[in-house]
């Protein structure tokens, strides 16, 4: 599986942005798809998860309310909305696609996400 991750860019604080992660390869046998940013620590902290088969969404506690994860149907690629961005949400995001029965994730590369206060 391979992922392609888009849309990162430089925005004021209260703006808007959209990422993008496009899987290609073994995609049939993707089940969840998402986002992790590096958090203060360089630990990367879940963004927003979803399950592609169910279409359940998982949100980490800093965005909820202020991002929105979905899928395009039929494809696996998977959109993040963000919006009402603040200064803290700057960072690199990294979309992820998890196999469950092999037990494997795979990860796109970072994209840059800065909100200028």
């Known amino acids: 599986v391979q992922l392609q991750a888009s849309g990162g860019g430089l925005v004021r604080a209260g703006g808007s942005l959209r990422l993008s992660c496009a899987a290609s390869?073994?995609?049939?046998?993707?089940?969840?798809m998402g986002w992790y940013r590096h958090g203060p620590g360089n630990e990367r902290d879940l963004v927003a998860r979803?399950?592609?088969?169910?279409?359940?969404?998982v949100y980490g506690d800093s965005v909820k309310g202020r991002f929105t994860i979905s899928k395009e149907s039929a494809k696996y690629t998977v959109y993040l909305q963000m919006n009402s961005l603040k200064p803290e949400d700057t960072t690199v995001y990294y979309c992820y696609a998890d196999q469950h029965y092999y037990d494997r994730r795979f990860w796109g590369q970072g994209t840059q996400v800065t909100v200028s206060s």
């Open positions: 979803i399950d592609t088969r169910s279409g359940t969404t």
């Open positions: 390869g073994s995609i049939a046998s993707i089940d969840e």
